[in-house]
């Protein structure tokens, strides 16, 4: 069997990894370099709390995975399982937040829930308005711009071909299978995932299976080095889009930040923008996180081309009209914690045609219904 990848993202590059452990031959084929687009923009925050309910399952597998990216990728990836803590700072949010920690509790999901006073003694920089949190102490972070090239690295030593600056023009049928066509020729197949991200959407109308999606950019930034005292991932629940902002200290001292609006993106040629406005916007919500920072100089800002579906899922399983093609795609900007376990249920998917991991919801037969 021979498995074709369009796009070496974290996804596609987790996949190939999977797939080439299992003794298939893969070959991972990217328009860019490995991790370039989504994956590199990404702020490396891995958390289950706040996520779609029926996705806990995709994400503990994932989570499980984290915790062996050493072992598995003999790489430091910087996975570090610091906790992540989500502040409320009114009723609403406490409502929000002690709703989504009952819901998830069946699904295996712990959250330890604190008041006022508890959250103050745990966590004595949160700022002075917060009056709950949830702490999902098993989560944390890892370094985006290391683990999609990590996992390549890693397939390429089980025998993964790897394939950059090689745009995708089409995926057709053969009559031995399937053919990847490309500016640097042709790739045959006997399945083929389409893990393009945002662009996956315009392989999948190829295929006769249109997705609504459109690209946005995530707006980031990172501060000078401070001295290194804040241990988890910091969110909120709010439900204020323009205060959903988060951030985490790095161990060399600086604080890596995002959230607030996003920024619309023209996947040609797919170069996305941070608006300087909108950092100017975050600043003072991160502040309200956590005083400490509030006039802590910012020295970095960076943005990358995400996929959204309109439904805010993603896209994961078989073709419905090409026998052979599979799609995992359209992550929306919450997909960095996802990205082992689809990579390895995805492997699972192609090489045996079934996985225990429920992904129906993500199915793109759902679009065709709609």
């Known amino acids: 069997m021979r ?40 702020f490396g925050n891995i958390r289950r709390q706040g996520r779609h309910l029926p996705q806990l399952p995709l994400a503990h597998r994932s989570r499980a995975l984290w915790g062996e990216t050493l072992a598995l990728l003999d790489e430091d990836v910087e996975f570090r399982a610091t906790g992540h803590v989500r502040f409320a700072f009114d009723e609403g949010a406490v409502a929000d937040m002690e709703a989504f920690a009952r819901d ?12 006022r006073n508890e959250l103050r003694a745990r966590f004595p920089w949160a700022g002075p308005g917060a009056i709950a949190a949830s702490f ?16 390549a690295r890693a ?28 500016a640097r020729g042709t790739f045959p197949a006997d399945a083929v995932l389409n893990a393009a991200g945002a662009w996956g959407a315009r392989l999948a109308e190829r295929l006769g299976e249109p997705v609504p999606i459109e690209a946005y950019g995530p707006q980031m930034g990172v501060t000078e080095p401070l001295p290194h005292r804040i241990l988890p991932v910091v969110g909120i629940w709010s439900r204020v889009k323009a205060e959903g902002v988060y951030f985490r200290q790095v161990e060399r001292g600086n604080i890596v ?3 607030g609006k996003r920024e619309p993106v023209a996947l040609d040629p797919g170069h996305a923008k941070v608006d300087p406005a909108n950092t100017l916007a975050q600043l003072p919500q991160l502040a309200r996180l956590c005083p400490a920072i509030a006039r802590v100089q910012v020295i970095r800002t960076w943005s990358g ?26 992550f929306c900007g919450h997909g ?10 995805m492997a699972e998917l192609i090489a045996t ?12 037969a759902r679009f065709a219904a709609a």
């Open 353 to 364: 045609g079934e996985t225990p991991t429920p992904i129906a919801p993500y199915c793109i």
């Open 257 to 259: 930040f995002g959230g």
């Open 155 to 182: 397939a390429a030593r089980l025998g993964a071909e790897i394939a950059e600056d090689c745009p995708v023009t089409a995926i057709e049928s053969s009559g031995n299978g399937l053919r990847v066509e490309t």
């Open 3 to 42: 498995v074709v990848i369009v796009g070496g993202g974290l996804m596609g590059a987790a996949t190939a990894f999977f797939l080439a452990r299992r003794g298939i031959g893969v070959t991972l084929i990217e328009r860019d370099r490995v991790g370039q687009a989504a994956t590199n923009a990404s």
């Open 104 to 115: 998830a509790a069946p699904l295996g999901l712990t959250l330890e829930i604190l008041g």
């Open 305 to 330: 081309c995400e996929g959204y579906t309109g439904d805010m899922l993603p896209v994961m399983g078989p073709s419905r009209t090409a026998p052979g093609v599979f799609h995992a795609f359209g």
């Open 336 to 345: 960095f914690q996802l990205g082992p376990g689809v990579g390895d249920v």
């Open 136 to 151: 999902s102490p098993e989560d944390g972070s890892a370094n985006p711009r290391l683990i999609a090239p990590a996992f």
